[in-house]
């Protein structure tokens, strides 16, 4: 069993601890002294006022570059299915339009061309293929029918 301690053991050992501590401190105030002065002379010989390590600086964001074409996708799509009387699969027009010279960036550049297709107003055949509308062109945006009745006004 360990042997305890008298008051004024403790007392003595607590003494000299803060007695050891107040040295530290001195000595850490000194040499943080000292590094200040080597500082100031680092930067007087570097001659732009700076203190300290040269600290490198954060870039920026990259941005990611949109492609140039030449027509927007929609065209390319067109062009893509004039030639196909049958129509073409979403994938088939994807590859045409890529083969045609449209340039993306895009992750999910199937489901572009999906969303193109569909809300571009051409002729779905079955699913997944589409043709071009009558007279080549598209049908507009929101002339599709919807299966309510319109409101009666209130008198």
């Not at 994938?91 to 193109?116: C, E, H, L, P």
């Amino acid at each position: 069993m360990p042997r305890t301690k008298t008051i004024a053991e403790l007392s003595a050992e607590l003494a000299a601890k803060q007695k050891l501590l107040t040295k530290r401190q001195a000595k850490r105030t000194g040499l943080a002294k000292q590094l200040d002065a080597i500082d100031r002379q680092i930067a007087a010989l570097r001659g732009d006022g700076r203190r300290g390590p040269r600290k490198a600086r954060a870039k920026p964001a990259s941005r990611r570059k949109m492609p140039k074409n030449v027509k927007p996708l929609i065209e390319y799509v067109r062009e893509a299915l004039a030639d196909a009387k049958d129509g073409m699969r979403v994938k088939d027009i994807m590859t045409a339009v890529q083969k045609a010279g449209y340039k993306t960036n895009s992750r999910d550049f199937y489901g572009v061309v999906a969303t193109a297709v569909r809300e571009g107003g051409f002729q779905k055949i079955s699913r997944g293929v589409y043709k071009l509308g009558a007279a080549g062109k598209p049908a507009r945006k929101g002339a599709r029918k919807t299966g309510r009745k319109k409101a009666s006004p209130k008198a």
